[in-house]
């Protein structure tokens, strides 16, 4: 069931919240256990936060995005003095398949990306002010909900919002991924890197608003950027393991201890990793099946991209 119409306040909906159904276990590991949360209501943002609301953000607080910012060496325990320049990761389609073993070559490191800058130094914002913002880091995003006096939303508030009224579909629309043939998102099609559908100018983020919003009125909760949330990423597999309650639990942050999400593939950068949500147009049925209000994977705090975005909540102060 979707939630009153009427609901509306400068471009966010009310959700009422309630108890629903977290998580799946028919895709990957990560997303199970399914399990029950309980949402207090709150206020969400139509869309992701756009390059128009973000320009408006920089100029009345002069904010400078990580991207902008030239990384320290000692952070970075290996990394040459002469690479210590401010960019961002940009998504550049090969020219074929690529063979077997290589890890996501498409991703290069471009000095000079950056929100302004979205396909590298070369590049501007012009004809996009309507499309997300990206290679936003989790501070970017944090400091611009603090500003709009808002904040980023929990995981579970996002799943929540993304599964408009009904945890049994895998989409946010429905069970299939192009009911009747209509794309309902945007997403890769064709054969994810070297082979796209769209022409090359439209490989990226598209316009909010493009696709059709979900049951509760809100647009690109699937597809297009990934949008950061406030939990500190973990496996599913220990909460699976974890004794079960006979409580539901009531709004759910995540781990409290950042050292859970470090990436126990590089021990020596002890780096936090929050949950990102919603897949984005690099998502393919060939790929990576993440366009689902479930689906989920970490990233650093420290990192930004050409495919992610965030959009912001507002809770409502609790009865007194």
Not at 16 to 28: C, H, I, K, L, T
Not at 123 to 139: C, T
Not at 258 to 272: C, F, H, N, R, W
Request: a negative charge.
């Amino acid at each position: 069931m979707s939630e009153p119409a009427d609901q509306t306040q400068a471009g966010m909906r009310r959700l009422a919240g309630g108890v629903f159904e977290m998580g799946s276990e028919r895709f990957y590991p990560e997303e199970a256990p399914r399990r029950q949360v309980r949402i207090d209501p709150f206020w969400i943002d139509e869309t992701p936060v756009s390059n128009d609301d973000f320009q408006r953000f920089v100029d009345a607080t002069g904010h400078v995005t990580l991207a902008e910012i030239a990384p320290d060496p000692a952070d970075y325990p290996g990394m040459p003095p002469e690479l210590a320049v401010a960019g961002s990761l940009v998504f550049e389609k090969p020219e074929g398949p690529l063979p077997r073993g290589e890890l996501t070559p498409w991703w290069q490191f471009q000095f000079g990306a950056d929100w302004r800058h979205p396909r590298g130094p070369g590049s501007s914002l012009d004809g996009l002010g309507a499309h997300p913002v990206v290679h936003i880091a989790y501070e970017d995003a944090a400091a611009y909900a603090a500003w709009a006096g808002k904040a980023l939303p929990t995981e579970a508030e996002w799943e929540y919002a993304a599964r408009g009224g009904d945890a049994d579909r895998d989409y946010a629309w429905g069970d299939e991924l192009a009911p009747g043939g209509q794309i309902m998102a945007n997403y890769w099609l064709g054969d994810f890197p070297y082979s796209s559908e769209q022409p090359d100018q439209l490989v990226g983020p598209s316009a909010v608003r493009n696709y059709p919003p979900n049951d509760y009125g809100l647009f690109d909760m699937i597809g297009n950027v990934w949008e950061w949330t406030t939990d500190w990423y973990a496996e599913r597999g220990a909460a699976a393991a974890a004794p079960k309650s006979c409580c539901i639990p009531h709004n759910p942050k995540g781990p409290a201890s950042v050292q859970v999400s470090y990436d126990p593939y590089t021990p020596e950068l002890a780096i936090g990793r929050k949950v990102l949500k919603g897949g984005s147009f690099l998502c393919a049925p060939n790929y990576c099946q993440r366009y689902r209000p479930a689906a989920r994977q970490p990233g650093a705090v420290d990192s930004s991209s050409s495919h992610i975005g965030f959009r912001c909540v507002r809770r409502e102060a609790p009865p007194v």
